[in-house]
Nanobody, 127 residues
């Protein structure tokens, strides 16, 4: 069981930047695959970025070149640096974590692969 506590987010004008953080408690942070998802109240949860235990990353096409996912194993913390934010990035953002028993290659962005979720944090981008 992994407990995830998020911080960061807020409101920013288009073109601005925000950083989300997610602190994990529980065993073996370095074994975790970690990801960020976002969800609008009337839409399905959308994968944003993922980083596996080897440090391999994958991004949704909509955020490539603007968002960067990273982790600090010493601090048990996952980050999402979001630059050049757009109004369409407005959403509730969730971090997620799980241990994958198999090497999946390029890590996929499927919410069903993650059993542990943060509480969510709102990001609002105005035009």
């Amino acid at each position: 069981q992994v407990r995830l506590v998020q911080s960061g987010g807020g409101s920013v004008q288009g073109g601005g930047s925000l950083r989300l953080s997610c602190v994990a408690s529980g065993p073996s942070f370095s074994r975790l695959s970690l990801a960020w998802f976002r969800q609008h109240p009337i839409k399905e949860r959308e994968g944003v970025a993922v980083i596996d235990k080897e440090g391999r990353t994958n991004y949704a096409d909509s955020v490539k070149g603007r968002f960067t996912i990273s982790k600090d194993d010493a601090e048990n913390t996952l980050y999402l640096q979001m630059n050049n934010l757009k109004p369409e990035d407005t959403n509730m953002y969730y971090c997620a974590a799980d241990v994958w028993d198999y090497d999946l290659g390029t890590p996929p962005l499927f919410p069903s692969l993650f059993a542990n979720w943060g509480q969510g944090t709102q990001v609002t981008v105005s035009s």
